[in-house]
């Protein structure tokens, strides 16, 4: 079992629709947790990270956390063509990145 | 300008051959980092170097291996290539981690190894 799960997708959204995202993993000793951003033929980049369980907000991006349940959460609003890209979550243990298998997010005109 | 830089983009060669790719970052981080990204865009962590040291080390199998001549630099060997060996490899560096903070990892562009 991988350390952390994410549905490939493809998903695919009109434009302006929200975008939901999410992932699940297995070790609840994980505190940090990423969101990066792929577009195609070009290295991930980090969109947002969260700590612990909670909310982010930035600008369009919301990110969730639930240790809980060992849940992690994006949505995208008002999205746009430019957002199409794969969407991988991410666990740090001590530098250590667990990657989820990456959602790809087609966004259409 | 580029912060994380790898060299080459694109690497075809044939089953057997030795290969090295070459990754250099301008942001002044200690820690660098090899990953392998398959067909299925699954990224996962090779190795890991910070000051030089090597600091992970997952089950790669041992034609690989990873030098860092300084810490701006880390390159990857590969030897007796395999056809399972294509993938895209990414380099990545981070800045130290210190007070439980958690790190941005940068990412190189990657480059696509194709075995022939």
């Known amino acids: 079992q991988k350390e952390v799960e994410q549905d490939p997708g493809p998903l695919s959204v009109p434009e302006g629709a929200i975008v939901s995202l999410n992932c699940t993993y297995s070790?609840?000793?994980?505190?940090?947790f990423m969101w990066y951003r792929q577009y195609s033929r070009k290295g991930p980049e980090l969109l947002m990270y969260?700590?612990?369980?909670g909310n982010k907000e930035d600008g369009r991006f919301t990110a969730q956390v639930d240790k809980s349940s060992k849940y992690i959460s994006l949505f995208i609003r008002d999205s746009q063509p430019s957002d199409s890209a794969t969407y991988l979550c991410a666990t740090d243990s001590w530098g250590k990145l667990q990657f989820g298998a990456g959602t790809q997010v087609v966004v259409t005109p | 300008d580029t912060a994380v830089s790898q060299t080459p983009k694109y690497l075809v060669t044939q089953m057997g051959n030795d290969k090295s790719i070459k990754c250099e970052q301008n942001l002044g981080h200690d820690t660098m980092y090899w990953y392998k990204q398959d067909s299925k865009k699954f990224l996962k962590i090779m190795f890991s170097y910070n000051n030089k040291e090597l600091i992970i080390n997952e089950t790669v199998p041992n034609r690989f291996s990873p030098k860092s001549p300084d810490k701006a630099h880390l390159n990857l060997h590969i030897n007796s290539l395999e056809l399972g060996d294509s993938a895209v490899y990414f380099c990545a560096s981070s800045q130290e981690r210190s007070g439980g903070a958690a790190e941005t990892q940068y990412f190189g562009p990657g480059t696509r190894l194709l075995v022939l």
């Open positions: 070790n609840s000793a994980f505190q940090y």
């Open positions: 969260t700590y612990s369980s």
